[in-house]
């Protein structure tokens, strides 16, 4: 099998780290779209010489694994078709119009598209397309290079051969992908991410319990549990009959509120937005530099991931069948 071009666009936050993990296959070749060439120091190209050349020439060759481009207005013959186009730029709808449309100028009709929008509407997206067939959404999450899970949003008329590709190519860099059988507010991974917030912020400003005991519980119950079981499983270990009775009774004192918590808004307006500012649930003053705490606390998710990827535990989430 011959190697499998994929273009990333975008080498920012969320670019740099997908990047980074599909060059964990050494079969992966990688052209990097981005326009902004100092961005590329996010993924540790940092010798000015090449920096230089992709000014003047629009497109470099890095290494036998990456080349860089700075825009789509080159001839793409000489770089070899791409498989797979990953979009991260920034969250603006005129500034993806018009990229899709270039694409579709430029790529033939089999090469898919994958947008990582997080809030963008994907199916309006994927309506601009003449061949919205090739077109899913591709929500990796922060960081991406560390974080496995990608949500692939399957819209109207993807193909869904081409949604079996994308899952394919991910699960190939080592990613582990759920499928969302259509677009939904805010992916799986937000809905239920705010959806615990919005509990915490309301017993937060019911004076109910401390930040720093709702991080106990973060990491000492909920985190390892659901790492081994995830989050169904589990109750079918405790017993749906006990879950049921639970259920009903708890759904009558959750927090339905319909706007953002006050105890967020109020360090929002108040500038305590954590590590960055110095100050945000926890003083961060004193800490040190923001990117060495940053780091720190990557590596520790590296190492949780090392020992959850041991196929050797009773349940793996890559023996699940999507
Ligand atoms: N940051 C997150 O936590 C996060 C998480 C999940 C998804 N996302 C989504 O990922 C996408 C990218 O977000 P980000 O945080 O990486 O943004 P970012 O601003 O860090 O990166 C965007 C990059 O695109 C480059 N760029 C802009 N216009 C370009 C063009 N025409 N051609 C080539 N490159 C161009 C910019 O120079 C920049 O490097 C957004 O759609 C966002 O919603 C972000």
Same mark, same amino acid.
């Given at each position: 099998?011959?190697?499998?071009?994929?273009?990333?666009?975008?080498?920012?936050?969320?670019?740099?780290?997908?990047?980074?993990?599909?060059?964990?296959?050494?079969?992966?070749?990688?052209?990097?779209?981005?326009?902004?060439?100092?961005?590329?120091?996010?993924?540790?190209?940092?010798?000015?010489?090449?920096?230089?050349?992709?000014?003047?020439?629009?497109?470099?060759?890095?290494?036998?694994?990456?080349?860089?481009?700075?825009?789509?207005?080159?001839?793409?013959?000489?770089?070899? &078709? /791409?498989?797979?186009?990953?979009?991260?730029?920034?969250?603006?709808?005129? @500034?993806?119009? *018009?990229? $899709?449309?270039?694409? +579709?100028?430029?790529?033939?009709?089999?090469?898919?598209?994958?947008?990582?929008?997080?809030?963008?509407?994907?199916?309006?997206?994927?309506?601009?397309?003449?061949?919205?067939?090739?077109?899913?959404?591709?929500?990796?999450?922060?960081?991406?290079?560390?974080?496995?899970?990608?949500?692939?949003?399957?819209?109207?008329?993807?193909?869904?051969?081409?949604?079996?590709?994308?899952?394919?190519?991910?699960?190939?860099?080592?990613?582990?992908?759920?499928?969302?059988? &259509? /677009?939904?507010?805010?992916?799986?991974?937000?809905?239920?991410?705010?959806? @615990?917030?919005? *509990?915490? $912020?309301?017993?937060? +400003?019911?004076?109910?319990?401390?930040?720093?005991?709702?991080?106990?519980?973060?990491?000492?119950?909920?985190?390892?549990?659901?790492?081994?079981?995830?989050?169904?499983?589990?109750?079918?270990?405790?017993?749906?009959?006990?879950?049921?009775?639970?259920?009903?009774?708890?759904?009558?004192?959750?927090?339905?509120?319909?706007?953002?918590?006050?105890?967020?808004?109020?360090?929002?307006?108040?500038?305590?937005?954590?590590?960055?500012?110095?100050?945000?649930?926890?003083?961060?003053?004193?800490?040190?530099?923001?990117?060495?705490?940053?780091?720190?606390?990557?590596?520790?998710?590296?190492?949780?991931?090392?020992?959850?990827?041991?196929?050797?535990?009773?349940?793996?989430?890559?023996?699940?069948?999507?």
């Amino acid at each position: 099998m011959g190697d499998t071009i994929i273009m990333v666009i975008g080498c920012g936050t969320m670019g740099s780290g997908i990047i980074t993990s599909f060059l964990s296959n050494p079969r992966h070749k990688l052209l990097i779209v981005e326009n902004n060439v100092s961005m590329l120091q996010k993924i540790s190209i940092t010798d000015p010489t090449l920096l230089q050349t992709i000014q003047k020439n629009g497109h470099v060759q890095i290494n036998d694994r990456i080349t860089a481009i700075k825009d789509l207005s080159q001839d793409f013959s000489k770089f070899g &078709k /791409p498989r797979v186009i990953v979009e991260a730029l920034p969250e603006r709808m005129d @500034l993806k119009k *018009e990229l $899709y449309k270039r694409i +579709e100028e430029v790529f033939p009709q089999d090469v898919i598209v994958g947008s990582n929008t997080s809030t963008l509407p994907l199916q309006q997206m994927a309506d601009w397309f003449k061949y919205p067939e090739r077109f899913v959404g591709m929500h990796y999450n922060h960081p991406a290079h560390i974080v496995p899970i990608v949500e692939v949003v399957k819209l109207a008329r993807t193909d869904p051969n081409v949604v079996s590709q994308v899952i394919q190519l991910l699960e190939q860099s080592g990613k582990v992908p759920v499928l969302l059988k &259509k /677009p939904i507010d805010g992916f799986i991974t937000n809905r239920l991410q705010h959806a @615990l917030y919005r *509990e915490i $912020y309301a017993l937060m +400003e019911d004076d109910s319990i401390s930040a720093e005991d709702v991080d106990k519980v973060g990491k000492y119950m909920f985190g390892p549990r659901m790492s081994v079981t995830g989050l169904l499983l589990q109750k079918d270990c405790s017993g749906l009959d006990t879950h049921t009775f639970a259920q009903r009774e708890m759904v009558k004192v959750l927090a339905n509120n319909r706007i953002c918590g006050s105890v967020l808004e109020n360090k929002f307006k108040t500038k305590e937005l954590g590590l960055k500012s110095g100050k945000g649930f926890y003083d961060w003053n004193g800490t040190g530099d923001p990117n060495q705490v940053q780091n720190e606390v990557n590596n520790r998710l590296i190492k949780l991931y090392d020992f959850l990827n041991d196929k050797n535990i009773p349940y793996h989430p890559q023996q699940s069948k999507l």
